[in-house]
């Protein structure tokens, strides 16, 4: 099974580096020298990752051929695809591979149907469930502790645990203000 690690961002220096958004919660396994990556656009590759460092937080590849600021620069926005046994599963407990979270069913505490995880999108402060409702409507649910209240394998779906207004309309309002004080 294929599972997308990392993208690549711009050159960094004269010499073929390239930033990289990691995409892995095991960049150490995934991203380390030696490991050949597929890519998409697959002309780009495959990618035998040279070298590899962090700078100011953040992750610097050399991939072995790229040996100028105008080759790195060339894989800008390339994908890196790593080959994963469908068995494996994370280090950690609560870790999940996005293959594994695709197509689990959501639900409330209640066991209300709310849809199905069609997409898992990584973004900078946390990941997010995309979420297909019954109704062919999306609703995006936040990949945090205080809101996936479970995530079942074995029956196939995630319970939720939404604030108001995350996946209705129904927001509560709350002010600070008491409307009976007049000026």
Do not use: W
């Not at 220096?13 to 890519?39: F, H, N, S």
């Not at 469908?86 to 695709?102: A, F, G, K, M, R």
């Not at 209300?112 to 062919?136: A, C, K, M, Y």
């Amino acid at each position: 099974m294929q599972l997308v690690v990392a993208r690549v961002g711009r050159a960094h220096g004269i010499k073929g580096e390239v930033t990289v958004e990691v995409r892995t919660d095991e960049p150490e396994l995934r991203l380390a020298p030696g490991a050949v990556l597929q890519t998409e656009p697959a002309t780009a590759g495959p990618l035998t990752i040279e070298t590899g460092r962090v700078h100011s937080g953040r992750l610097l590849l050399r991939f072995e051929g790229v040996k100028d600021r105008n080759a790195a620069e060339a894989l800008r926005n390339t994908l890196l695809i790593a080959e994963v046994d469908p068995s494996e599963l994370p280090e950690e407990e609560d870790e999940y591979y996005d293959h594994q979270l695709i197509d689990l069913d959501v639900v409330l505490e209640d066991g209300t149907e709310v849809g199905r995880i069609t997409e898992i999108s990584h973004l900078p402060s946390q990941d997010l469930f995309i979420v297909e409702r019954p109704d062919g409507s999306e609703v995006m649910i936040p990949f945090v502790e205080e809101i996936v209240a479970e995530i079942d394998l074995e029956e196939q779906r995630c319970v939720i645990t939404p604030p108001p207004g995350l996946i209705d309309d129904r927001a509560e309002i709350v002010s600070s203000r008491d409307n009976g004080d007049q000026d």
